[in-house]
T-cell receptor, first 116, second 117 residues
Framework: DVKVTQSSRYLVKRTGEKVFLECVQD?????MFWYRQDPGLGLRLIYF???????EKGDIPEGYSVSREKKERFSLILESASTNQTSMYLC???????????????FGPGTRLTVL | AQKITQTQPGMFVQEKEAVTLDCTYD???????LFWYKQPSSGEMIFLIY??????QNATEGRYSLNFQKARKSANLVISASQLGDSAMYFC??????????????FGQGTTLQVKP
């Protein structure tokens, strides 16, 4: 069964802390994505990666960085957490894009991050 | 920039009735894919149904069907015989850029559906 896992369901951090959100997929997928979800704004893409060590900025990369050292793992880093980064963070993956149908993304359970 | 619009922030439906969730999109691409996801209160996104822009028929998956109108750029989700477990947030998404398939999806704002007993 397809599986995307995220390191924490709930996380509370203090302003200025460095925060790591980990995502692991077991489907050998090339593509991995990090989104944040806020009420009324839907899902907004932060960063994505289409291969190991490759990364591309999404729509809202400011204040975030990512790391993909292994194919199965995609990490989101908040270098210095701020209160406006309090949000739900969703990780997703997708496989080889042979057809439009392959754009289906498989999601992890999400991490609800609160920055105090 | 491409945009997906879900105009209904919240909706109610009576149990066992059908409900339509609206989705419209901007695009100049001739070739694209449309996806609907369900997000229960637990937070996980669950894939429901897919429609390709060149598909001859509207997609159906069990109680879910798509009312796809390409000329109007709309892909409304129809849920028949609503159940209490259908209460959730629903997202419409479109594949980004037909000329170079990047794997990105663009999501709408979501519609919260509540099914009343």
């Amino acid at each position: 069964d397809v599986k995307v896992t995220q390191s924490s369901r709930y996380l509370v951090k203090r302003t200025g802390e460095k925060v790591f959100l980990e995502c692991v997929q077991d489907m050998d997928h090339e593509n991995m994505f990090w989104y944040r979800q806020d009420p009324g704004l839907g899902l907004r893409l932060i960063y994505f990666s289409y291969d190991v060590k490759m990364k591309e900025k999404g729509d809202i990369p400011e204040g975030y960085s990512v790391s993909r050292e292994k194919k199965e793992r995609f990490s989101l880093i908040l270098e210095s957490a701020s209160t406006n980064q309090t949000s739900m963070y969703l990780c997703a993956s997708s496989g080889t894009l042979r057809a439009l149908r392959d754009n289906e993304q498989f999601f992890g359970p999400g991490t609800r991050l609160t920055v105090l | 920039a491409q945009k997906i619009t879900q105009t209904q922030p919240g909706m109610f439906v009576q149990e066992k009735e059908a409900v339509t969730l609206d989705c419209t999109y901007d695009t100049s691409d001739p070739s694209y894919g449309l996806f609907w996801y369900k997000q229960p209160s637990s937070g996980e996104m669950i894939f429901l149904i897919y429609q390709g822009s060149y598909d001859q028929q509207n997609a159906t998956e069990g109680r879910y069907s798509l009312n796809f109108q390409k000329a109007r750029k709309s892909a409304n989700l129809v849920i028949s015989a609503s159940q209490l477990g259908d209460s959730a947030m629903y997202f419409c998404a479109k594949s980004d850029s037909g000329s170079s398939n990047t794997g990105k999806l663009i999501f709408g704002q979501g519609t919260t559906l509540q099914v009343k007993p």
